[in-house]
């Protein structure tokens, strides 16, 4: 308990000078992890369907008609998007040591991966869509809504990287005492990246098992 | 004990005028469109769902005067089945956790000593969201539209093929906009009781109703998600023609039933455990002891909270599922009665060693725990598979989850209301007219829903929109419209109460039941800034003990009076050490524009204007991306190196 008298002294004591620096966790940063962590369960509840309707249709699946998912392109799409969190995570440790520099040097390094992700998601549902679209049975509803959402989720997290890049350009946004909202994006691109991880094995590898 | 405005030892005027000047609002147009003070918020969201629960409540009136002699035409069956659906939906999603969320919003910041809540803004966004996606659902109801299949909208009925018109869609889109509310004002109560504690509420010293609302947040924060991606799935199954629940292109309807009651489950405790905590929270001042076993009850709250993931088939009793897996449902059920059952022997236990003082919020505790008990005993009947299977979808049912939730959920918010509202309102209640209300409500409760248990025994099926004679139903459901006339005088003369209290009510002090908790420590209703020192607890009882109270007063110090801005202070997770004070935002315009964007986008979607959607989505992107545009600061304050 720190005991100190007088309003002149709360003002230019320690306690004054010290309010900026971030100490323990912030608010922003559990609310971060709240938000991720029922946008997680989501995802969950997705996958979980999948299987859930999969066993339930019978032994042949994807249903006739409809080949095995072809695993080069989703292999390609993981090598972009999985590194795409390393630059970010630079980019903090940068930000954290007042580098502005690597803040926006990470920052584009991610958008070009991400974008790169969502263009090569794009040429494969133009592929797709010529076999099979979400109407044509219950695999292409799942498949669609599945890789649709993830692919809405990197988005979003784009939109995130593209506005941090933007407010860091400016100046004047983000500094080694102010960089919660690069934290809070950062992990919201890594959570991006991990559900990937889950969706290739559910999508792409499970039906090969 | 209590604070009021006028000087303290401990601060002094110049400090009271400065945080003032800091937190007040002008009482303007603008700041009512504004505001983020919790305590306003907390208000709108307890009027609000009132209003709703009013609009619920007189559905159900409509209905128990269709059903009050068999063969009658009140309503046409289709007018009964949108009733009925909006009985349940409103009262479950627009009432229950609305009204709950609303005392969490006024109570939770009072209660740890806080001068806001974690996200103030969000929490504005949070009140708009929930109005507008209450009056989305409820407007469909003049035109027909309203949903129609049940609260809980059993695929495959709720589709395209079987249920035309926008019905449904108004009931998957209404919930995913309410369920942006409902998950940011979860996110927002986790955070401020992790984080926004006073210095020495360390978490073995937070209140239980704290508890209560953080364990039904984490509820929230994993349970709603299935709902979500069920409505989803069902919107695209009913407008863009996928096949999720379409058995005929392999879908499967009993995944909408596995993904609604793992939401659905979790959901009944949603509801009840906050109501809980204002049991928890009232006995206190009325029996003038803390409750028995607090680390008992923080246990039974966090494993009901857990339990509850587990218990989701006992809801799907009667579809088929294979033998095992009944059986360990049935367990599970079995076994979430012992928390529960330890709750409850605490209460009892508290009040058989306190002193009682028979006022009106402990009268609706004891109506509570006679009502909720009797409607956990056909609970732990129904967890019973072979008995389940008996009285499925028979009025057994609606008896038994009207003593729950009714006993479990409306009584303790009643208990709550009149014994908070001299906080709220700063304004005493007329205390026999208190007593006529809980007499006719507890009387009309039991008459309505007793009789329930018997024609669902006999064999009446619910959501029946009329029945013949021949089966002797009659005169018991003539007593049951009875008992709801006499229930809603009851409510009635609770309204009227509340009103009385708000014109005429004598002014209340700071304290007037001697309650234990913090929100008892400041002045009737709390200044915008809640406590004009921020108190150091040292103890359970916050309110009941000198050397905390001594803290708002000769031990006051500059460092918890933080009157040179917007501030509170923020403590560490777990023991609640001071970790630095944080400005804290102010009004803004921003949260009702974004769920008024919202709004344009999910009736947009309703009305399948695509074009439209697509604009106010990006709306809705762009004033989220100007809310959080970082304010320049200079590269000194900043850290800049390069």
């Not at chain 2, 708009?128 to 009056?135: C, K, N, P, R």
């Not at chain 2, 005169?475 to 409510?491: C, F, P, Q, R």
């Amino acid at each position: 308990m720190t005991d100190r008298g007088g309003v002149l002294a709360a003002a230019t004591g320690a306690e004054a000078l010290s309010t900026e620096l971030p100490v323990g966790r912030s608010t922003g940063w559990w609310g971060m992890v709240m938000f991720v962590a029922t946008e997680a369960t989501l995802f969950a509840c997705l996958l979980g369907s999948y299987f859930y309707l999969r066993f339930q249709y019978g032994p042949q699946w994807p249903p006739d008609g409809i080949e095995d998912p072809k695993l080069l392109k989703p292999l390609v799409m993981t090598a972009v998007l999985l590194p795409s969190s390393l630059p970010v995570v630079w980019a903090e440790h940068g930000i954290r040591r007042g580098q502005r520099w690597r803040l926006r040097a990470g920052l584009t390094a991610t958008l070009l991966l991400g974008a790169t992700f969502l263009t090569l998601q794009a040429t494969e549902y133009a592929e797709k869509l010529k076999h099979f679209t979400m109407t044509t049975d219950v695999y292409g509803s799942l498949f669609y809504l599945i890789t649709g959402f993830h692919g809405l989720h990197v988005l979003v997290g784009l939109t995130m990287i593209g506005w941090l890049l933007a407010a860091s350009l400016r100046g004047g946004s983000f500094g080694a005492h102010r960089h919660d909202r690069v934290r809070n994006a950062a992990i919201y691109w890594h959570f991006v990246d991990l559900v990937w991880i889950a969706i290739l094995f559910t999508i792409y590898l499970s039906p090969r098992l | 004990m209590s604070t009021t405005t006028t000087p303290s030892p401990g601060i002094s005027r110049e400090d009271l005028t400065r945080l003032g000047a800091h937190w007040g609002e002008p009482a303007s147009l603008r700041s009512w469109f504004t505001t983020v003070d919790h305590k306003r918020i907390g208000r709108r969201y307890l009027v609000t769902a009132g209003f709703f629960f009013v609009l619920a409540g007189l559905s159900a009136l409509v209905m128990r005067t269709q059903l009050a002699r068999p063969e009658a035409g009140v309503v046409s069956p289709q007018q009964y089945n949108q009733l009925f659906t909006m009985h349940g939906t409103a009262m479950i999603f627009l009432f229950a956790t609305p009204m709950l969320f609303g005392f969490g919003n006024f109570l939770v910041p009072l209660m740890i000593g806080s001068r806001d809540m974690a996200f103030p803004r969000l929490n504005a966004f949070g009140y708009w969201v929930f109005l507008f996606a209450g009056l989305f659902m409820w407007a469909s109801l003049p035109f027909g539209a309203a949903p129609n299949n049940g609260w809980f909208a059993y695929a495959p009925l709720s589709s395209e093929a079987h249920n035309p018109g926008l019905h449904m869609d108004v009931y998957a889109l209404g919930l995913l906009f309410l369920g942006i509310s409902t998950t940011s004002a979860s996110i927002n109560f986790i955070v401020t009781a992790l984080k926004l504690r006073a210095p020495g509420m360390s978490l073995n010293r937070v209140p239980l109703f704290v508890w209560a609302i953080v364990a039904t947040a984490f509820m929230v924060i994993f349970a709603l998600p299935a709902l979500n991606l069920d409505n989803a799935m069902l919107f695209l199954d009913r407008r863009f023609g996928t096949h999720f629940f379409d058995p005929s292109a392999g879908g499967n309807v009993l995944l909408w039933q596995h993904l609604f009651w793992i939401f659905g489950h979790p959901d009944v405790y949603i509801i009840v455990m906050p109501a809980l905590g204002i049991v928890s929270a009232v006995l206190p001042a009325f029996t003038r002891r803390g409750v028995v076993g607090y680390p008992l009850i923080v246990l039974s709250i966090v494993s009901i909270s857990i339990i509850s993931f587990g218990v989701w088939v006992h809801h799907m009793f009667a579809t088929g599922l294979p033998q095992l897996s009944y059986s360990f449902f049935s367990a599970a059920s079995t076994i979430i009665t012992i928390p529960s059952g330890i709750q409850i022997f605490a209460w009892l236990a508290t009040m058989a060693l306190g002193r009682l003082v028979l006022r009106v919020p402990l009268l609706f505790v004891i109506g509570f725990i006679v009502t909720f008990v009797l409607g956990g005993f056909t609970g732990a009947m129904f967890a019973l598979t072979a008995f389940d299977q008996q009285v499925t979808d028979s009025y057994f049912v609606v008896a038994h989850f009207h003593y729950v939730l009714i006993g479990g959920a409306v009584f303790p918010m009643l208990a709550g209301l009149y014994y908070w509202l001299p906080k709220i309102s700063g304004r005493m209640y007329h205390e026999r007219l208190g007593r006529w209300a809980f007499w006719l409500v507890f009387a009309g409760m039991h008459v309505t829903f007793f009789p329930m248990h018997l024609y669902g025994l006999f064999g009446m099926p619910r959501r029946v929109y009329t029945y013949r004679s021949e089966p002797g139903w009659d005169g018991w459901n003539l007593v049951s419209t009875a008992g709801s006339y006499l229930l809603a005088v009851g409510l009635l003369l609770v309204l009227v109460g509340v009103l009385h209290a708000l014109l005429r009510g004598r002014p209340a002090p700071g304290d007037p039941w001697e309650g234990d908790s913090l929100e008892w420590a400041t002045a009737s209703p709390p200044e915008p800034y809640n406590f004009p020192v921020l108190p150091r607890v040292h103890s359970l009882h916050p309110a009941w003990d000198a050397r905390t109270a001594e803290s708002t007063t000769t031990g006051a110090t500059a460092d918890r009076i933080l009157s040179a801005g917007r501030r509170t202070l923020v403590t560490s997770e777990l023991d609640a050490h001071r970790e630095r004070a944080v400005e804290m935002p102010e009004s803004s315009v921003k949260p009702l524009l974004l769920a008024g964007a919202l709004l344009v986008l999910f009736t947009s979607l309703l009305f399948a204007w695509y074009p439209v959607a697509a604009v106010a989505a990006l709306i809705v992107a762009a004033t989220i991306a100007v809310w959080l545009w970082p304010p320049r600061r200079p590269d000194e304050e900043l850290g800049v190196v390069a």
